[in-house]
């Protein structure tokens, strides 16, 4: 027999002879604050999410469900629905079907399971992901949906967390989050040794230590169990009841009383004292991990069994006959009346259409465009006070790295809910020194030092992104980000998708990276790979080869985050940061002088900038291969007398294949030059785009060789280089 039918047959027996077994814990409901009302309205949500899992494998079994890991044993996180407000937003893991059912009870007009059933069937109507995942989630509800089965989460829960002191120390107004809210984030035991669950406590903790505000419960769900790897006995709690800066709660998810009672103080410590809160809750799973998992492949019979014997349903119907709420006959009735209601729902759900063509698959992959807050609009006058200091310098000259600090400044002047949030981003100002002052001007809640976790950094930012603020955040080197690529891919990415643009996390990420360091650092400071970015769906990737595209593309990626609610990803190549002359010393060429806001013309997403129109030959490239293909541009006509046009993609994706089409036309040949390695590098896109939309024009590439980079003197050997373009250059042309 299914493992769900075993529990139900048990269940139905003991409420049919009268042998439901006595409560563990003498607590009674009014000693908590739960009425006898309450009480019945959790079992109703309770029974619910017990029966939904029931009709999962069935539908499943007729190949009309797609979903199978149920809430079974965790029903209790009821409770903690009814412990929290509905503003308080939820980023919860997948079994927690029980929890958004009693939360859609605190708001009229929802409609549980019938959403719940669209999600199963993947119906296009599922009103949260339109059929494109199941997911625990609603728009109204608070809940962003989350698909998470390793607590990859948990980073931006301590991010909106974190925003909301930020919000209301900044003053802004209208942002999703009410001032007194909380955060919770919910997981299993198992994955909290993952080490993005420990990287988000440790930084809610960290924080909190600190005496900065960070109202948020991580609600550990535990089951003892990760699919078929034993929790031992007793890690979780002590792992987490001494951490300092993170208070622990205990309850018992098997008893509908205690799981309320340690919800509610959980919640009352995270929302008066603005502290993190450790909510360790002991649950069961039921039925195995999935439809799919026999348990009885890893566990013995007997451990099977006692499992089934701590089912929390059977402990809240006895609760309801000790309390004289129902009798055993009126639990049944509800029980059997919910299986059946909620089969006639199934049968329609089914019907409902599903996702049909690849455009409506992707429909959401592009957050959909808002029509932002108001900006500043600063006056001459507050610029000129912001700049003081600068001012004499602002009309000449400067590198990329300056140019990038002012135009951070101006952002910030008139953008408020824009926040800088990195390693050294602060009184520092960056490695790089790309921040600088920064944080005197505007202040540490809006210029934030960040502990040493890029997980942490990207959450930080996410999480402040789903309470209206504008995060840029700093990763230090591009080699770094790899530690925390998840966070992107799997998670900033994927919200809109996910929910179907209801949900988005505006975001910007700074990035130094590539290499031409002149041989500092070796690969960790010279990583010359985008692969990573490239191949994620709805990601815009920038990357500027000069100062003066730099100030208007982080300009643009602003105005895509604030207006279009992109993720942005902007690399800055290190070794142009300081970068003043291009062909001879002292030549300047690589300099600009800054530009106010609306002064210069702006570069689009999309737009692509061309030097010369040479036609026997276009250098398609980006970044330091700019530089470099500007420098063989001018040997090439002096010396050999071809006449070339560098084309600069700057934006790497998505690929912007039309203005690179445009650019090239009416050139005999392309060379492609490429500083990222020859494998998954920008110029197999590239080589294919022109093969096969501009087939009648030789094309080849340079790129890097497929090698991390060494320290000192060899560390362009990999790279192209001035030469090695001209020479290409030359044998392109040649043939």
Known sequence: MDAAEVIHEKFVTKLGKGTLPRRAVALAPAEVGLSGETVVELFYSQVMSRQLDRLSRRLQARGEGFYTIGSSGHENNAAVAEALRLDDMAFLHYRSNAFQIHRSKKLPGQTPAWDMLLSFAASSEDPISGGRHKVIGSKPLFIPPQTSTIASHLPKAVGAAFSIGIARTLKLEGTPLPRDAI??????????????????????????????????????????????????????????????????????????????RGAAEAARIARLRRRPVFLHMDTVRLYGHAGSDVQTAYLTKAQVEADEERDPLVHSAALLVEQGLLSEREILDVYNDTEATLGRIAEQAIKRPKLSTSAEVMASIVPPKRAPGRANSPSPEERSALFAR??????????????????????????????????????????????????????????????????????????????????????????????????????????????????????????????????????????NSLAVFRDIPGLILAVPSNGADAVEMLRECVRLAREEQRVVVFVEPIALYMTRDLHEKDDALWTAAYPAPGAAKPIRLGEVGVHGNGADLAIVTYGNGYYLSRQAEKLLADEHKVKARVIDLRWLAPLPEEALLDAVKGCARILIVDECRKTGSQSEALMALFAERAPGVPCRRIAAEDSFIPLGRAATLTLPSRDSIVEAALETVRG
């Open 183 to 260: 955060i919770l984030a919910s997981f299993g035991d198992a994955s909290a040794n993952h080490s993005t669950a420990q990287g988000a406590i440790n930084c809610a903790a960290w924080a909190a230590y600190q005496g900065t505000p960070m109202p948020l419960v991580f609600l550990c769900e535990d089951n003892g169990i990760g699919i078929s790897t034993r929790t031992p006995g007793g890690w979780i709690g002590a792992t987490f009841r001494n951490r300092a800066g993170l208070d622990y709660v205990h309850c018992s998810g098997l008893d509908m009383v205690d799981a309320y």
């Open 390 to 527: 600068d001012a004499g310098m602002m009309d000449k000259p400067q590198h990329m790295a300056r140019l990038l600090s002012w135009t951070l400044a101006d952002l910030m002047l008139s953008h408020r809910e824009i926040i800088v949030a990195g390693e050294d981003v602060g009184p520092k100002g960056g490695v790089y020194n790309c921040t600088a002052k920064l944080h005197e001007r505007f202040g540490s809640a809006r210029v934030i030092n960040t502990l040493l976790d890029e997980q942490s950094i990207l959450g930080l930012g996410i999480g402040a992104a789903h309470n209206g603020l504008l995060p840029i955040t700093e990763i230090q080197f591009l080699a770094y980000v790899h530690n925390a690529e998840d966070q992107l891919r799997g998670e900033a990415a994927t919200l809109s998708f996910f929910s179907g643009g209801q949900y988005t996390n505006p975001m910007v990420v700074r990035i130094a990276g590539l290499g031409y360091q002149k041989g500092f650092g070796g690969h960790f400071h010279n990583d």
